[in-house]
């Protein structure tokens, strides 16, 4: 099954598939956000150039800064992607809260199991999602912006729940959240805790306790983890030199990227671009995906 609308005229996509792993151009693709959970059996991926296995009842969801190839595939799995263009996370963040919760450029991945319920109303989503998919009529996009909100609405709410988010702490985990979206819309020009601490109209100290309580990295962990993300991105998948990635992250010179990077890592960018070059020169041609 591989259900696609799209509107030409603002290049809007939405995307169900059960058959993703045999879409090289879907998964080239570099504008698509991306839900995939396993109906049964287990799915092998590779993100970001992790190891991720996927059983039965989890769901992993992918931003479209991710890098995505299938290494297996032994059992059934839906995916659900779509472009800003089609629906936008930043513009509509009052509706959905997802941005910086499943969603951000970090090569941390969110990947959680979800329970019988979830389950459920995920299986009547996407059955009426598929109807409407097959529906030609002149309300067939905003029925799927609709549903597409309500999935992402879900799962945002499953995500929290498992951060332990309730009504009267909502507030807390609001403001690590804008924390995350800032980190990623400004990590290349600020890389320090107290520049963040300002934007979100708190001190260091309050923006540590909150992360502490709610089991995240620290601040400055969660800084360093996404340049180090954007970093190895750029090694792995891009033919600039160090040079180039240094200024383009906002470091000094090369030098100061390079000793970040090492110790980030233990590996030079030299080392890390090596180690890692066959493995993704050969991505998606000799790790074929099976049925």
């Known amino acids: 099954m591989n259900l696609l609308f799209e509107n030409s005229k603002i290049k809007g996509k939405v995307i169900l598939s059960g058959t993703l792993h045999e879409s090289p151009v879907l998964l080239k693709d570099k504008t698509l956000y991306k839900f995939i959970w396993v109906l ?3 799915i092998e991926l590779d993100v970001d150039h992790q190891p991720v296995v996927l059983k039965a009842g989890q769901l992993l969801t992918l931003s479209h800064l991710h890098h995505l190839e299938f290494l297996r595939v032994d059992g ?14 930043y513009g509509n963040d009052h509706e959905v809260s997802c941005n910086g919760l499943l969603f951000h450029g970090s090569s941390h991945i ?20 598929c109807e409407k998919f097959a529906s030609r009529d002149h309300l067939q996009e905003e029925m799927l912006r609709v549903l597409l909100k309500r999935f992402i ?13 309730r009504q009267e702490n909502g507030m807390q985990f609001e403001t690590i959240r804008k924390f995350y979206v800032l980190v990623d819309t400004h990590f ?6 107290q520049e ?9 100290k309050t923006l540590a306790n909150l992360l502490s309580v709610y089991q995240q990295p620290s601040a400055i962990r969660v ?9 190895e991105r750029l090694l792995l998948y891009s033919t600039k030199s160090s ?32 180690k890692n070059k066959n493995t993704t020169e050969n991505a998606g041609i000799d790790k074929l995906p099976t049925k």
Do not use: W
């Open 243 to 274: 040079k180039e990635i240094a200024l383009l992250l906002g470091f000094e010179d090369q030098t100061t990227f390079s000793r970040f990077f090492k110790n980030a890592t233990g590996l030079s960018t030299t080392e890390y671009r090596k």
């Open 223 to 231: 800084i360093h983890n996404r340049i180090q993300a954007e970093a």
């Open 188 to 193: 290349k020009e600020k890389k320090q805790v």
């Open 196 to 204: 963040y601490a300002d934007m979100l109209n708190k001190s260091p």
């Open 153 to 165: 609405i879900l799962c945002t709410r499953a995500a929290e729940n498992r951060q332990g988010v």
């Open 76 to 89: 059934e799995y839906l995916s659900l992607l779509f472009n800003s263009n089609f629906y936008c996370i």
């Open 40 to 42: 049964s059996g287990e």
């Open 110 to 129: 969110v990947v959680f199991d979800l329970s019988d319920e979830e389950r459920r109303k995920i299986d009547t989503l996407t059955g009426i999602m």
